[in-house]
Protein backbone atom coordinates (compact mmCIF):
# COMPACT_ATOMS: atom_id res chain seq x y z
CA UNK A 1 0.00 0.00 0.00
CA UNK A 2 1.47 3.29 -0.79
CA UNK A 3 1.51 5.95 1.76
CA UNK A 4 0.36 9.43 1.58
CA UNK A 5 1.74 12.38 3.20
CA UNK A 6 0.32 14.31 5.88
CA UNK A 7 1.37 18.03 5.49
CA UNK A 8 1.84 19.83 9.26
CA UNK A 9 1.08 23.70 9.55
CA UNK A 10 1.73 25.69 12.71
CA UNK A 11 0.16 28.54 13.98
CA UNK A 12 1.59 28.65 17.29
CA UNK A 13 3.33 32.17 16.12
CA UNK A 14 -0.32 33.67 15.11
CA UNK A 15 -3.12 31.87 16.92
CA UNK A 16 -0.96 31.01 19.78
CA UNK A 17 -0.29 34.40 20.12
CA UNK A 18 -3.93 34.66 21.73
CA UNK A 19 -3.12 32.71 24.57
CA UNK A 20 -3.71 34.07 28.43
CA UNK A 21 -0.32 35.47 29.57
CA UNK A 22 1.47 34.65 26.27
CA UNK A 23 3.58 37.48 24.82
CA UNK A 24 5.72 37.31 21.84
CA UNK A 25 8.80 39.12 21.61
CA UNK A 26 10.37 39.80 18.16
CA UNK A 27 13.25 37.02 19.88
CA UNK A 28 10.50 34.29 21.17
CA UNK A 29 9.25 34.58 17.45
CA UNK A 30 12.64 34.06 15.94
CA UNK A 31 13.76 31.25 18.18
CA UNK A 32 10.78 28.97 17.78
CA UNK A 33 10.57 29.70 14.01
CA UNK A 34 13.67 28.11 14.21
CA UNK A 35 12.52 25.21 16.43
CA UNK A 36 10.04 24.23 14.34
CA UNK A 37 11.96 24.64 10.79
CA UNK A 38 14.66 21.94 12.46
CA UNK A 39 11.80 19.59 13.97
CA UNK A 40 10.41 19.33 9.92
CA UNK A 41 7.33 21.54 10.24
CA UNK A 42 5.98 22.22 6.75
CA UNK A 43 4.61 25.71 7.31
CA UNK A 44 5.22 27.92 9.88
CA UNK A 45 2.85 30.77 10.51
CA UNK A 46 4.61 33.85 11.53
CA UNK A 47 2.02 35.72 12.30
CA UNK A 48 -0.65 39.27 10.56
CA UNK A 49 2.37 41.11 8.96
CA UNK A 50 0.07 44.73 8.41
CA UNK A 51 -1.90 44.26 12.03
CA UNK A 52 0.89 45.66 14.28
CA UNK A 53 4.30 46.87 14.21
CA UNK A 54 5.90 43.63 15.69
CA UNK A 55 4.42 41.00 13.11
CA UNK A 56 5.28 43.54 10.48
CA UNK A 57 9.37 43.63 11.27
CA UNK A 58 8.82 39.56 11.61
CA UNK A 59 8.00 39.63 8.29
CA UNK A 60 10.60 41.62 6.43
CA UNK A 61 12.64 38.70 6.06
CA UNK A 62 12.33 35.44 5.64
CA UNK A 63 12.24 33.37 9.14
CA UNK A 64 12.84 29.50 7.78
CA UNK A 65 14.99 27.29 5.83
CA UNK A 66 12.95 24.57 4.97
CA UNK A 67 9.66 25.32 6.16
CA UNK A 68 7.05 27.33 4.09
CA UNK A 69 7.18 30.96 5.89
CA UNK A 70 3.44 31.90 6.04
CA UNK A 71 1.57 34.93 6.54
CA UNK A 72 -1.36 35.10 7.77
CA UNK A 73 -4.77 38.11 6.99
CA UNK A 74 -8.36 38.67 5.84
CA UNK A 75 -9.41 38.23 2.73
CA UNK A 76 -10.19 41.56 0.93
CA UNK A 77 -12.81 44.02 2.74
CA UNK A 78 -16.33 44.32 1.19
CA UNK A 79 -17.04 47.63 -0.78
CA UNK A 80 -13.48 47.92 -2.19
CA UNK A 81 -10.99 46.17 -4.91
CA UNK A 82 -8.37 43.92 -3.65
CA UNK A 83 -6.18 46.20 -5.43
CA UNK A 84 -7.27 49.02 -2.52
CA UNK A 85 -7.01 47.00 0.37
CA UNK A 86 -4.31 47.74 2.90
CA UNK A 87 -4.43 44.41 4.65
CA UNK A 88 -4.45 42.39 1.29
CA UNK A 89 -1.33 44.90 0.15
CA UNK A 90 0.60 43.71 3.36
CA UNK A 91 0.67 40.44 2.87
CA UNK A 92 1.87 40.64 -0.70
CA UNK A 93 4.60 43.22 0.76
CA UNK A 94 5.47 40.42 3.34
CA UNK A 95 8.47 38.09 2.52
CA UNK A 96 6.28 35.29 2.85
CA UNK A 97 5.97 31.86 0.60
CA UNK A 98 2.70 31.44 1.11
CA UNK A 99 -0.50 33.34 2.54
CA UNK A 100 -3.30 32.06 4.48
CA UNK A 101 -6.43 34.36 4.35
CA UNK A 102 -9.08 33.91 6.56
CA UNK A 103 -12.64 34.25 5.11
CA UNK A 104 -16.08 33.69 6.88
CA UNK A 105 -18.13 29.83 5.95
CA UNK A 106 -20.84 30.43 8.30
CA UNK A 107 -23.95 32.65 6.64
CA UNK A 108 -24.63 34.31 10.04
CA UNK A 109 -20.87 35.49 10.46
CA UNK A 110 -21.61 37.41 6.70
CA UNK A 111 -24.19 39.09 7.61
CA UNK A 112 -23.74 40.21 11.39
CA UNK A 113 -20.20 40.56 11.75
CA UNK A 114 -18.86 41.75 7.96
CA UNK A 115 -21.88 43.31 7.47
CA UNK A 116 -22.10 42.57 4.09
CA UNK A 117 -24.11 39.86 1.45
CA UNK A 118 -22.98 36.32 0.79
CA UNK A 119 -22.03 37.12 -2.86
CA UNK A 120 -19.81 39.64 -2.04
CA UNK A 121 -17.90 37.43 0.79
CA UNK A 122 -17.33 35.04 -1.85
CA UNK A 123 -16.27 37.77 -4.54
CA UNK A 124 -13.83 38.63 -1.72
CA UNK A 125 -12.66 34.95 -1.33
CA UNK A 126 -11.92 34.59 -5.12
CA UNK A 127 -10.36 38.21 -5.69
CA UNK A 128 -7.69 37.50 -2.97
CA UNK A 129 -6.78 34.13 -3.87
CA UNK A 130 -6.51 35.56 -7.25
CA UNK A 131 -4.22 37.87 -6.22
CA UNK A 132 -1.98 36.28 -4.37
CA UNK A 133 -1.44 33.81 -6.72
CA UNK A 134 -0.66 36.19 -9.38
CA UNK A 135 2.29 37.14 -7.22
CA UNK A 136 3.37 33.57 -7.03
CA UNK A 137 2.14 32.81 -3.58
CA UNK A 138 0.79 29.39 -2.66
CA UNK A 139 -2.46 30.56 -0.82
CA UNK A 140 -4.33 28.78 1.98
CA UNK A 141 -7.76 29.63 2.72
CA UNK A 142 -9.53 29.21 6.24
CA UNK A 143 -12.56 28.71 5.71
CA UNK A 144 -13.50 30.25 9.49
CA UNK A 145 -16.29 28.28 11.31
CA UNK A 146 -16.75 26.23 8.57
CA UNK A 147 -18.76 23.29 10.74
CA UNK A 148 -21.28 25.09 12.93
CA UNK A 149 -21.55 27.49 9.22
CA UNK A 150 -22.27 23.64 7.96
CA UNK A 151 -24.96 22.89 10.12
CA UNK A 152 -26.71 25.96 9.58
CA UNK A 153 -26.38 26.03 5.66
CA UNK A 154 -24.48 23.65 4.18
CA UNK A 155 -24.92 24.48 0.94
CA UNK A 156 -23.35 28.29 1.47
CA UNK A 157 -20.49 26.55 3.82
CA UNK A 158 -19.61 24.58 0.60
CA UNK A 159 -19.39 27.03 -1.46
CA UNK A 160 -17.03 29.22 0.21
CA UNK A 161 -14.59 25.95 0.04
CA UNK A 162 -15.41 25.48 -3.51
CA UNK A 163 -14.73 28.73 -4.45
CA UNK A 164 -11.38 28.71 -2.37
CA UNK A 165 -10.63 25.87 -4.60
CA UNK A 166 -11.52 26.47 -7.56
CA UNK A 167 -9.78 29.82 -7.02
CA UNK A 168 -6.38 28.20 -7.26
CA UNK A 169 -5.61 27.96 -3.14
CA UNK A 170 -3.66 25.29 -2.42
CA UNK A 171 -5.67 24.00 1.14
CA UNK A 172 -9.30 24.66 1.67
CA UNK A 173 -8.90 24.17 5.53
CA UNK A 174 -12.52 23.72 7.33
CA UNK A 175 -11.79 25.74 11.55
CA UNK A 176 -13.77 24.54 14.03
CA UNK A 177 -13.64 28.12 15.49
CA UNK A 178 -15.45 27.78 18.32
CA UNK A 179 -14.10 24.34 19.49
CA UNK A 180 -17.42 22.72 19.98
CA UNK A 181 -17.73 19.82 17.04
CA UNK A 182 -17.62 16.47 17.81
CA UNK A 183 -15.63 13.87 16.26
CA UNK A 184 -18.43 11.66 14.51
CA UNK A 185 -19.75 15.47 13.38
CA UNK A 186 -16.32 16.33 12.26
CA UNK A 187 -16.07 12.90 10.39
CA UNK A 188 -19.84 12.98 8.54
CA UNK A 189 -18.80 16.77 7.64
CA UNK A 190 -15.49 16.39 6.62
CA UNK A 191 -16.30 12.82 4.50
CA UNK A 192 -19.18 15.04 2.63
CA UNK A 193 -16.76 18.36 1.46
CA UNK A 194 -14.45 15.63 0.10
CA UNK A 195 -17.14 15.33 -2.91
CA UNK A 196 -16.38 18.85 -3.37
CA UNK A 197 -13.10 19.65 -2.72
CA UNK A 198 -10.13 16.50 -2.81
CA UNK A 199 -8.77 15.62 0.51
CA UNK A 200 -5.54 15.90 -0.76
CA UNK A 201 -5.92 19.59 -0.74
CA UNK A 202 -7.99 19.77 2.30
CA UNK A 203 -6.81 20.57 5.84
CA UNK A 204 -8.51 21.32 9.31
CA UNK A 205 -8.18 23.38 12.14
CA UNK A 206 -9.24 22.90 15.48
CA UNK A 207 -10.21 24.60 18.82
CA UNK A 208 -9.69 22.48 22.18
CA UNK A 209 -13.45 23.57 23.93
CA UNK A 210 -14.51 20.17 24.01
CA UNK A 211 -11.40 18.50 24.83
CA UNK A 212 -11.57 16.92 21.59
CA UNK A 213 -8.79 18.97 19.22
CA UNK A 214 -6.94 16.18 19.00
CA UNK A 215 -9.69 13.62 18.17
CA UNK A 216 -11.46 15.84 15.58
CA UNK A 217 -7.62 16.64 14.00
CA UNK A 218 -7.54 12.51 13.36
CA UNK A 219 -10.77 12.20 12.67
CA UNK A 220 -10.49 14.45 9.47
CA UNK A 221 -7.44 12.62 8.52
CA UNK A 222 -9.37 9.54 8.82
CA UNK A 223 -12.30 11.29 6.29
CA UNK A 224 -9.56 12.45 3.87
CA UNK A 225 -7.48 15.19 4.43
CA UNK A 226 -4.53 15.90 4.37
CA UNK A 227 -3.51 18.96 6.03
CA UNK A 228 -3.07 19.66 9.94
CA UNK A 229 -3.25 23.15 11.68
CA UNK A 230 -1.97 23.18 15.27
CA UNK A 231 -0.21 24.76 17.78
CA UNK A 232 2.98 23.44 19.81
CA UNK A 233 1.78 22.52 23.30
CA UNK A 234 -1.66 23.54 22.30
CA UNK A 235 -1.17 27.35 23.06
CA UNK A 236 -4.74 29.02 21.36
CA UNK A 237 -7.16 31.52 22.80
CA UNK A 238 -9.62 29.77 25.37
CA UNK A 239 -8.96 26.53 25.91
CA UNK A 240 -6.10 26.13 22.82
CA UNK A 241 -6.13 24.70 19.59
CA UNK A 242 -5.46 21.33 18.26
CA UNK A 243 -1.62 20.45 19.99
CA UNK A 244 1.32 19.60 17.02
CA UNK A 245 3.19 17.84 19.81
CA UNK A 246 0.30 15.09 20.49
CA UNK A 247 -0.22 14.78 16.50
CA UNK A 248 3.01 14.28 15.54
CA UNK A 249 3.56 11.78 18.47
CA UNK A 250 0.14 10.24 17.15
CA UNK A 251 1.09 9.96 13.47
CA UNK A 252 4.37 9.02 13.93
CA UNK A 253 3.87 5.99 16.09
CA UNK A 254 0.90 4.62 16.52
CA UNK A 255 -0.62 2.01 14.40
CA UNK A 256 -3.59 2.78 12.08
CA UNK A 257 -1.17 6.36 10.99
CA UNK A 258 2.86 5.28 11.52
CA UNK A 259 2.45 2.50 8.45
CA UNK A 260 -0.10 4.81 6.54
CA UNK A 261 1.45 8.68 6.43
CA UNK A 262 4.77 10.15 5.47
CA UNK A 263 5.21 13.53 7.63
CA UNK A 264 8.24 16.07 7.04
CA UNK A 265 9.20 15.00 10.80
CA UNK A 266 12.09 12.71 10.32
CA UNK A 267 12.73 9.73 13.10
CA UNK A 268 15.83 11.64 14.42
CA UNK A 269 13.92 15.30 14.92
CA UNK A 270 11.10 13.01 16.88
CA UNK A 271 13.48 12.26 19.18
CA UNK A 272 13.69 15.82 20.18
CA UNK A 273 9.84 16.39 20.53
CA UNK A 274 10.16 16.73 24.28
CA UNK A 275 13.18 19.20 24.05
CA UNK A 276 11.15 21.42 21.53
CA UNK A 277 8.14 21.08 23.51
CA UNK A 278 10.11 22.09 26.88
CA UNK A 279 11.71 24.77 25.00
CA UNK A 280 9.05 26.56 23.84
CA UNK A 281 7.72 26.64 27.43
CA UNK A 282 11.18 27.95 28.87
CA UNK A 283 10.86 30.51 25.60
CA UNK A 284 7.59 32.13 27.10
CA UNK A 285 8.46 31.37 30.39
CA UNK A 286 5.68 29.19 31.30
CA UNK A 287 5.83 26.13 33.43
CA UNK A 288 5.54 22.76 31.22
CA UNK A 289 2.26 20.68 31.50
CA UNK A 290 3.89 17.62 33.54
CA UNK A 291 0.68 15.45 31.97
CA UNK A 292 0.89 16.33 28.53
CA UNK A 293 0.96 13.71 26.80
CA UNK A 294 4.29 11.81 24.80
CA UNK A 295 5.77 14.55 25.96
CA UNK A 296 5.48 15.71 30.02
CA UNK A 297 7.46 14.68 32.94
CA UNK A 298 4.98 12.33 34.00
CA UNK A 299 3.74 10.72 30.59
CA UNK A 300 6.27 7.81 31.36
CA UNK A 301 6.09 8.05 35.34
CA UNK A 302 5.01 5.20 37.27
CA UNK A 303 5.06 5.14 41.00
CA UNK A 304 5.93 2.70 43.08
CA UNK A 305 3.80 -0.86 43.51
CA UNK A 306 2.24 -3.45 41.15
CA UNK A 307 2.42 -1.11 38.37
CA UNK A 308 6.46 0.02 38.58
CA UNK A 309 6.96 -3.93 39.03
CA UNK A 310 5.44 -4.64 35.98
CA UNK A 311 7.29 -2.04 34.44
CA UNK A 312 10.70 -3.02 35.06
CA UNK A 313 10.23 -6.28 33.97
CA UNK A 314 8.51 -5.12 31.01
CA UNK A 315 7.97 -1.69 29.73
CA UNK A 316 5.46 -2.56 27.60
CA UNK A 317 3.28 -3.58 30.31
CA UNK A 318 1.93 0.20 31.23
CA UNK A 319 3.54 2.17 28.06
CA UNK A 320 2.14 2.93 24.61
CA UNK A 321 5.10 3.86 23.00
CA UNK A 322 9.15 3.70 24.24
CA UNK A 323 9.60 7.44 26.05
CA UNK A 324 13.08 6.93 24.07
CA UNK A 325 11.47 7.87 20.55
CA UNK A 326 10.06 11.30 21.48
CA UNK A 327 13.11 11.81 23.65
CA UNK A 328 11.31 11.66 27.11
CA UNK A 329 12.19 9.08 29.88
CA UNK A 330 10.71 6.22 31.85
CA UNK A 331 10.34 7.41 35.75
CA UNK A 332 10.51 4.62 38.22
CA UNK A 333 12.33 5.10 41.14
CA UNK A 334 14.12 2.09 41.22
CA UNK A 335 15.86 2.38 37.84
CA UNK A 336 17.72 5.33 36.20
CA UNK A 337 18.47 3.63 32.88
CA UNK A 338 15.54 5.76 31.03
CA UNK A 339 17.97 9.18 32.67
CA UNK A 340 20.92 7.54 31.14
CA UNK A 341 19.60 7.53 27.75
CA UNK A 342 17.90 10.99 28.09
CA UNK A 343 20.60 12.14 29.40
CA UNK A 344 23.13 10.36 26.71
CA UNK A 345 20.93 11.84 23.55
CA UNK A 346 21.20 15.52 24.84
CA UNK A 347 24.91 14.73 24.88
CA UNK A 348 24.84 13.58 21.63
CA UNK A 349 22.92 16.45 20.31
CA UNK A 350 25.36 19.18 21.89
CA UNK A 351 28.62 17.18 20.07
CA UNK A 352 29.49 14.88 22.95
CA UNK A 353 30.65 11.69 21.47
CA UNK A 354 30.48 9.36 25.13
CA UNK A 355 29.37 5.24 25.13
CA UNK A 356 26.64 4.70 27.04
CA UNK A 357 28.83 2.37 29.11
CA UNK A 358 31.32 5.15 29.84
CA UNK A 359 31.05 6.20 33.88
CA UNK A 360 31.01 9.60 32.87
CA UNK A 361 27.96 9.66 31.77
CA UNK A 362 26.08 8.51 35.25
CA UNK A 363 28.18 11.58 37.14
CA UNK A 364 27.31 14.07 34.53
CA UNK A 365 23.35 12.53 35.30
CA UNK A 366 23.66 12.29 38.83
CA UNK A 367 25.00 15.92 38.87
CA UNK A 368 22.08 17.20 36.36
CA UNK A 369 19.48 15.35 38.78
CA UNK A 370 21.09 16.99 41.92
CA UNK A 371 20.91 20.66 40.00
CA UNK A 372 17.25 20.05 38.93
CA UNK A 373 16.24 19.38 42.66
CA UNK A 374 18.03 22.97 43.19
CA UNK A 375 15.57 24.53 40.76
CA UNK A 376 17.64 24.27 37.58
CA UNK A 377 15.77 23.01 34.13
CA UNK A 378 18.17 22.64 30.96
CA UNK A 379 15.70 22.23 28.58
CA UNK A 380 15.99 25.69 27.49
CA UNK A 381 19.50 26.44 28.25
CA UNK A 382 21.66 24.23 26.08
CA UNK A 383 24.74 26.35 27.18
CA UNK A 384 24.75 26.18 30.38
CA UNK A 385 24.27 22.45 29.98
CA UNK A 386 27.27 22.56 27.65
CA UNK A 387 29.66 24.14 30.57
CA UNK A 388 28.46 21.89 33.20
CA UNK A 389 29.07 18.94 30.78
CA UNK A 390 32.70 20.41 29.97
CA UNK A 391 33.63 21.30 33.46
CA UNK A 392 32.76 17.24 34.79
CA UNK A 393 34.78 16.24 31.98
CA UNK A 394 37.71 18.44 33.17
CA UNK A 395 38.01 20.39 29.59
CA UNK A 396 36.85 24.09 31.27
CA UNK A 397 39.78 26.09 31.87
CA UNK A 398 40.09 28.57 34.28
CA UNK A 399 40.03 30.81 32.31
CA UNK A 400 38.20 33.90 34.89
CA UNK A 401 37.45 34.28 38.62
CA UNK A 402 35.34 36.66 40.00
CA UNK A 403 36.60 37.00 43.77
CA UNK A 404 34.09 39.27 44.64
CA UNK A 405 31.12 41.49 43.38
CA UNK A 406 28.71 43.99 44.81
CA UNK A 407 25.45 45.62 43.42
CA UNK A 408 23.68 49.06 44.71
CA UNK A 409 20.10 50.25 44.12
CA UNK A 410 19.38 53.31 45.13
CA UNK A 411 16.28 55.37 45.04
CA UNK A 412 16.46 59.42 45.08
CA UNK A 413 15.44 62.68 43.68
CA UNK A 414 17.91 64.21 41.58
CA UNK A 415 18.45 67.80 41.37
CA UNK A 416 15.63 67.94 38.95
CA UNK A 417 13.24 67.14 41.73
CA UNK A 418 12.63 63.81 40.24
CA UNK A 419 12.30 60.60 41.29
CA UNK A 420 15.07 58.28 39.91
CA UNK A 421 16.33 54.63 41.10
CA UNK A 422 20.29 54.21 40.26
CA UNK A 423 22.14 50.81 40.04
CA UNK A 424 25.84 50.45 40.12
CA UNK A 425 27.78 47.37 39.85
CA UNK A 426 31.17 46.67 41.39
CA UNK A 427 33.47 43.70 40.38
CA UNK A 428 36.75 42.07 41.20
CA UNK A 429 38.16 39.59 38.78
CA UNK A 430 41.22 37.71 38.26
CA UNK A 431 42.90 36.49 34.91
CA UNK A 432 45.93 34.53 34.95
CA UNK A 433 47.78 36.50 37.12
CA UNK A 434 46.13 40.00 36.29
CA UNK A 435 43.37 41.25 38.76
CA UNK A 436 40.93 43.84 37.04
CA UNK A 437 38.32 46.38 39.53
CA UNK A 438 35.46 47.54 37.00
CA UNK A 439 32.86 49.67 37.84
CA UNK A 440 29.06 50.34 35.92
CA UNK A 441 26.45 51.29 36.14
CA UNK A 442 23.25 50.19 34.19
CA UNK A 443 19.52 50.67 33.54
CA UNK A 444 18.88 48.33 36.50
CA UNK A 445 20.86 45.86 38.84
CA UNK A 446 21.54 42.83 36.38
CA UNK A 447 22.49 45.39 33.49
CA UNK A 448 24.73 47.30 35.91
CA UNK A 449 26.22 43.96 36.95
CA UNK A 450 26.58 42.82 32.87
CA UNK A 451 28.28 45.46 31.86
CA UNK A 452 30.86 45.55 34.75
CA UNK A 453 31.37 42.03 34.11
CA UNK A 454 32.30 42.29 30.59
CA UNK A 455 34.45 45.51 30.51
CA UNK A 456 37.71 44.23 31.49
CA UNK A 457 38.30 40.51 31.18
CA UNK A 458 41.84 40.82 30.49
CA UNK A 459 43.55 39.18 27.37
CA UNK A 460 40.00 37.65 26.57
CA UNK A 461 38.51 40.96 26.37
CA UNK A 462 38.17 40.72 22.74
CA UNK A 463 37.03 37.61 22.43
CA UNK A 464 33.93 38.63 24.57
CA UNK A 465 33.80 42.59 23.13
CA UNK A 466 30.83 41.51 20.65
CA UNK A 467 28.55 39.86 23.35
CA UNK A 468 24.63 41.86 23.22
CA UNK A 469 22.41 40.78 26.23
CA UNK A 470 18.99 39.63 23.87
CA UNK A 471 16.65 38.04 26.20
CA UNK A 472 16.68 38.12 30.20
CA UNK A 473 13.75 35.95 31.64
CA UNK A 474 12.64 35.61 35.70
CA UNK A 475 10.75 32.69 36.95
CA UNK A 476 9.73 31.77 40.51
CA UNK A 477 10.66 28.24 41.39
CA UNK A 478 9.04 27.99 44.83
CA UNK A 479 6.48 30.54 46.00
CA UNK A 480 6.84 32.92 48.61
CA UNK A 481 8.84 36.27 49.58
CA UNK A 482 12.24 33.68 49.97
CA UNK A 483 11.41 31.83 46.61
CA UNK A 484 13.95 30.37 44.73
CA UNK A 485 14.36 32.05 41.16
CA UNK A 486 15.36 30.62 38.09
CA UNK A 487 16.92 33.19 35.65
CA UNK A 488 17.35 32.59 32.01
CA UNK A 489 19.45 34.72 30.12
CA UNK A 490 19.52 34.34 25.96
CA UNK A 491 23.21 36.26 24.45
CA UNK A 492 24.22 36.88 20.69
CA UNK A 493 27.91 37.60 19.50
CA UNK A 494 28.68 39.15 16.32
CA UNK A 495 28.56 35.95 14.47
CA UNK A 496 24.50 35.88 14.88
CA UNK A 497 25.15 32.77 17.34
CA UNK A 498 22.83 32.89 20.21
CA UNK A 499 22.43 30.70 23.09
CA UNK A 500 20.99 30.98 26.67
CA UNK A 501 22.31 29.83 30.32
CA UNK A 502 20.94 29.53 33.63
CA UNK A 503 20.52 30.44 37.20
CA UNK A 504 19.19 29.90 39.98
CA UNK A 505 19.08 31.49 43.80
CA UNK A 506 17.31 32.15 46.29
CA UNK A 507 18.83 36.02 45.39
CA UNK A 508 17.68 37.09 42.11
CA UNK A 509 21.41 38.76 41.49
CA UNK A 510 23.02 35.89 42.44
CA UNK A 511 21.04 33.56 40.02
CA UNK A 512 22.06 36.30 37.13
CA UNK A 513 25.43 36.18 38.23
CA UNK A 514 25.56 32.30 37.17
CA UNK A 515 23.93 33.00 34.11
CA UNK A 516 26.03 35.61 33.04
CA UNK A 517 29.22 33.88 33.80
CA UNK A 518 27.97 31.15 31.92
CA UNK A 519 27.42 33.05 29.12
CA UNK A 520 31.02 34.40 28.84
CA UNK A 521 32.62 30.97 29.64
CA UNK A 522 30.79 29.07 26.96
CA UNK A 523 31.80 32.21 25.01
CA UNK A 524 35.42 31.73 25.22
CA UNK A 525 35.08 27.63 24.86
CA UNK A 526 33.48 28.43 21.45
CA UNK A 527 35.63 30.55 20.61
CA UNK A 528 38.99 28.04 21.56
CA UNK A 529 40.58 30.28 23.77
CA UNK A 530 43.51 29.44 25.61
CA UNK A 531 44.45 30.27 29.11
Known sequence: ??????????????????????????????????????????????????????????????????????????????????????????????????????????DYHVHVALETTLEENLAGIQDSVTAAREKGREVIVDCEHFFDGYKANPQYALACAKTAYDAGARWVVLCDTNGGTLPHEVSAIVSKVTKTVPGENLGVHTHDDCGCAVANSLAAVESGARHIQGTLNGLGERCG??????????????????????????????????????????????QPNRHSPFVGASAFATKAGIHASAVLKDPRTYEHVEPETVGNERRVLVSDQGGRS??????????????????????????????????????????????????????????????RFSVNVERRYNALGELVTDSEAIVKVRVGDEVMISAAEGNGPVNALDVALRKDLGKYQDLIQDLELIDYKVRIYQGGSDAVTRVLIEFADGAKDRWTTIGVSANIIDASFQALTDSMTYKLLKSGAAL
Open 241 to 286: NANLVTLIGALKLKNGYAERFDLGVSEEALGQLTHVSRQVDEILNR
Open 342 to 403: NILSELKRLGFDLAKDDPRVGKVLDEVKRKEAEGFAFEGADASFYVLVKRMLGEVPAFFDVE
Open 1 to 106: MSRERIYLFDTTLRDGAQTTGVDFSLEDKRAIATLLDKLGIDYVEGGYPGANPLDTTFFSEKRTTKAKFTAFGMTKRAGRSVSNDPGVAALLEAEADAITFVAKAW
